[in-house]
């Protein structure tokens, strides 16, 4: 699975929209982008993926450059519970062997600020 | 939906004792994991099994180290002879083999393991 870079840190106005990058350079033709938070001692939780097109659902939208070499996690409108470390993931999302880990870096600690 | 179950929820341990944590993953979920989380890193693959084959171990799986999933429901993890470095957060994941399901998984709120 591709390597990824995010910023080890963010803040963020509660109410103003949170843009998390990611980096991922060496991404292949079959590898999504996913995304994961985790809350202060809680387990990881899933937000979003996406392959070319961008993503929307009702926790995200996820934005994927054309090169697919970096995309940026949105929260359209951030409150105090986003405060979260989140982390950009790519993986094939097939159904085989060793795809099925989840290798986590060590994210972003995005603190929403009252 | 009750979520991924993980018991206990903090364990605190004498150095050279044994520990067993168990797993219980969303139902009909075939494919379960675990992963350790220390301090201040993401977390960290463990194991993984499809129903009750165990398919993939991580070097990190010492001999110390052991999963099973008997029946292809629950899960535990046992450590021997727990040593200060195995102290952290043990997270236990869930996820479905169909496509619709996305290949998400789903994560228990995990099993902090504090060795004294």
């Known amino acids: 699975d591709a390597k990824t870079t995010q910023p080890t840190s963010m803040d963020c106005a509660e109410g103003r929209a949170a843009n998390l990058p990611c980096n991922h350079s060496?991404?292949?033709?079959?590898?999504?982008v996913y995304w994961y938070r985790q809350i202060h001692s809680q387990g990881p939780q899933y937000i979003i993926h996406?392959?070319?097109n961008n993503e929307t659902n009702e926790m995200a939208s996820l934005i994927i450059t054309e090169d697919r070499k970096s995309s940026t996690l949105i929260l359209p409108h951030a409150t105090l519970r986003d405060t979260a470390v989140y982390y950009c993931?790519?993986?094939?999302?097939?159904?085989?062997?060793?795809?099925?880990?989840?290798?986590f870096g060590t994210g972003t600690l995005l603190a929403v600020q009252p | 939906d009750t979520g991924v179950s993980q018991n206990p929820r903090h364990k605190i341990t004498k150095r050279g004792q044994n520990v067993t944590f168990r797993c219980d993953p969303i139902?009909?979920?075939?494919?379960l994991y675990w992963y350790r989380q220390t301090l201040g890193q993401g977390p960290e693959f463990l194991t993984y099994f499809q129903n009750e084959a165990q398919l993939e171990k991580s070097r990190l799986l010492s001999d110390r180290f052991s999963a099973e999933r008997p029946k292809g429901s629950f899960s535990t993890l046992e450590i021997q002879r727990t040593e200060q470095g195995d102290s952290a957060m043990y997270l236990c994941?869930?996820?479905?083999?169909?496509?619709?399901?996305?290949?998400?998984?789903?994560f228990g709120a995990g099993t902090r393991l504090s060795v004294l």
């Open positions: 993931i790519v993986r094939v999302r097939g159904d085989g062997g060793a795809t099925n880990k989840l290798i």
């Open positions: 060496t991404i292949s033709g079959n590898e999504y």
């Open positions: 139902s009909e979920h075939n494919r």
């Open positions: 994941a869930s996820s479905l083999t169909q496509p619709l399901a996305k290949n998400i998984q789903y």
């Open positions: 996406g392959l070319k």
